[in-house]
């Protein structure tokens, strides 16, 4: 069992800036892939970011150079930091994490709300 703590969250005015954060605990060991995905009112999950244990990221397109995903392996942590933030951005985020065998933990999740 893995267990995904969030924070971060919060209000913020457009442009601004938000860096989410999310811990991983229990058995850790067999983590490959953490990364953010978020969910809007009326709309589906969708992926934000991705990066593997040894550093590979992946990003939507909606997010490309003004969001950036970092993961530390030790701590078993990874932070999405979150710049030039438009209102479309308002969701809950939510933290996942993939096992080397395909199964998938996901965290509570985090409201981001970024008013006009």
């Known amino acids: 069992q893995v267990q995904l703590v969030e924070s971060g969250g919060g209000l913020v005015q457009a442009g601004g800036s938000l860096r989410l954060s999310c811990a991983a605990s229990?058995?850790?060991?067999?983590?490959?892939?953490m990364g953010w995905s978020r969910q809007a009112p009326g709309k589906q999950r969708e992926l934000v970011a991705r990066?593997?244990?040894?550093?590979?990221?992946t990003y939507a397109d909606f997010v490309k150079d003004r969001f950036t995903i970092s993961i530390d392996n030790a701590k078993n942590t990874v932070s999405l930091q979150m710049n030039s933030l438009k209102p479309d951005a308002t969701a809950v985020y939510y933290c996942?994490?993939?096992?080397?065998?395909?199964?998938?933990?996901w965290g509570p999740g985090t409201q981001v709300t970024v008013s006009s």
């Open positions: 229990g058995t850790t060991a067999g983590i490959h892939t």
């Open positions: 990066v593997t244990n040894g550093g590979e990221t």
């Open positions: 996942s994490t993939r096992m080397r065998w395909g199964f998938v933990y």
